[in-house]
């Protein structure tokens, strides 16, 4: 035998010695106490090793501007595709680590409707970031700004204004009790409500609840409690609008989360004129926060429209929207400047930026508003005895 070849077997010898020794991929994926490692300790065996698991989740951040409240999110949860395993010394023990590699789909953000047709693309003086506006005087219809009036666009949660005149003019008993079903849950956005199943309010709850937090259940209970049901509701809604001259309108449920629900700037300055009418409607449209005892608890919800806490603002009526199709929304009936206007945006882009282009149009408001002329003064001319 060669020198060359004796140290090759050798080689070979060592090598497979050193694989035996090594554990097993099978084995180093069970626990520890199972693999009969408690013989390798003198005398007592040790007690079985949990063993420990670590899920390491890598999420990209989302981007700047992508709204991921109610309706469908930019950023869709993680999902592990597959695990490995390996085993470590720790304090001379042996430990079983699992990783998770997890995979992250990302999907980009739903453009709107107001998006896709290019709307967003045409400047105005205020530089608004909504890509309708209207602002006109309540009493003479005086158009003071327009952006895109005339476009036809998802309103979202402002159909809430509509379902609120149809309830406030059907004569219906508010004291009436109206219970939350299954059949108001709402099965296309998946939006979330703190209402459960079951809970049991009146109309008049109910309709505070739509207006004031745009509560979807509370909304759709009312459409559902209508003589006739949803189909009569709506149907309701709709003759209303075109009572109301609301010709580029149309409605096909009352919560608002279908973009099929659409209207324009004009038609819904119209609508607030109309909902302005009734007391109950400005009443509760307006209110900061409202507190309900549900039965097995209590609860309190707040106002969707943070201007009303601003004492800059004297608003008489409001309401707020937003699906991905819609953008955010906004219409009010506000007095400024010792006028009573009707403001409508819809199709905002960012989430607060609604607002913003409120505070923008209040502010030019105020500064081009003519200066109020000084009342004459009086002067007493004494009288004149013979």
């Known amino acids: 035998m060669s020198i060359k070849t004796w140290v090759s077997g050798v080689s070979i010898a060592a090598f497979a010695a050193f694989s035996l020794a090594l554990p097993s991929v099978a084995d180093a994926a069970k626990p520890v106490a199972s693999t009969g490692a408690a013989k390798a300790t003198k005398g007592a065996a040790p007690k079985a090793q949990k063993p420990q698991t670590r899920l390491q989740t890598k999420?990209?951040?989302?981007?700047?501007?992508?709204?991921?409240?109610?309706?469908?999110?930019?950023?869709?949860?993680?999902?592990?595709?597959?695990?490995?395993?390996?085993v470590v010394v720790r304090n001379g023990k042996r430990v079983v680590v699992r990783h998770a590699i997890v995979r992250v789909r990302y999907e980009p953000?739903?453009?709107?409707?107001?998006?896709?047709?290019?709307l967003h693309q045409m400047a105005d003086?205020?530089?608004?970031?909504?890509?309708?506006?209207?602002?006109?005087?309540?009493?003479?219809?005086?158009?003071?700004?327009?952006?895109?009036?005339?476009?036809?666009?998802?309103?979202?949660?402002?159909?809430?204004?509509?379902?609120a005149v149809v309830v406030a003019e059907a004569g219906?008993?508010?004291?009436?009790?109206?219970?939350?079903?299954?059949?108001?849950?709402?099965?296309?956005?998946?939006?979330?409500?703190?209402?459960?199943?079951?809970?049991?309010?009146?109309?008049?709850e109910m309709l505070h609840l739509a207006l004031m937090s745009s509560e979807n259940r509370a909304a759709h209970a009312l459409g559902r409690e209508y003589p006739g049901?949803?189909?009569?509701?709506?149907?309701?809604?709709?003759?209303?609008?075109?009572?109301?001259?609301m010709k580029a309108t149309r409605f096909v449920e009352p919560t608002?989360?279908?973009?099929?629900?659409?209207?324009?700037?004009?038609?819904?300055?119209?609508?607030?004129?109309?909902?302005?009418?009734?007391?109950?409607?400005r009443?509760?449209?307006?209110?900061?926060?409202?507190?309900?005892?549900?039965?097995?608890?209590?609860?309190?919800?707040?106002?969707?429209n943070r201007l009303l806490g601003d004492a800059d603002w004297d608003i008489g009526l409001q309401k707020t929207g937003y699906i991905s199709e819609a953008g955010r929304c906004l219409?009010?009936?506000?007095?400024?400047?010792?006028?009573?206007?009707?403001?409508?945006?819809?199709?905002?882009?960012?989430?607060?930026?609604?607002?913003?282009?409120?505070?923008?149009?209040?502010?030019?408001?105020?500064?081009t508003a003519p200066a109020t002329a000084p009342e004459p003064e009086v002067i007493e001319v004494p009288k004149i005895t013979s």
């Open 59 to 86: 999420l990209r951040p989302q981007p700047r501007g992508i709204a991921s409240g109610k309706g469908s999110k930019a950023l869709k949860a993680a999902t592990a595709s597959r695990a490995t395993s390996r």
């Open 109 to 118: 953000p739903r453009l709107s409707v107001g998006q896709l047709r290019g």
């Open 125 to 163: 003086a205020l530089d608004l970031k909504s890509s309708v506006a209207l602002v006109l005087d309540q009493d003479t219809d005086e158009v003071l700004f327009s952006k895109n009036a005339q476009a036809v666009l998802p309103i979202a949660s402002l159909t809430k204004l509509m379902t």
């Open 172 to 204: 219906l008993p508010m004291a009436e009790v109206l219970s939350v079903s299954q059949s108001d849950v709402d099965t296309e956005k998946r939006s979330r409500s703190r209402l459960r199943v079951g809970t049991q309010l009146t109309r008049e």
């Open 229 to 245: 049901g949803v189909d009569a509701f709506v149907k309701a809604m709709n003759l209303k609008a075109v009572a109301l001259g």
């Open 256 to 281: 608002g989360l279908s973009s099929d629900n659409r209207s324009s700037a004009r038609d819904l300055a119209t609508l607030v004129k109309a909902a302005h009418a009734h007391p109950i409607i």
């Open 283 to 304: 009443d509760m449209s307006t209110s900061p926060s409202y507190e309900i005892d549900s039965g097995d608890r209590h609860l309190r919800f707040v106002n969707t």
């Open 331 to 367: 219409v009010m009936q506000a007095r400024l400047a010792g006028r009573d206007l009707i403001m409508i945006f819809l199709d905002s882009a960012g989430k607060y930026s609604r607002l913003g282009d409120a505070e923008r149009v209040r502010r030019w408001i105020e500064e």
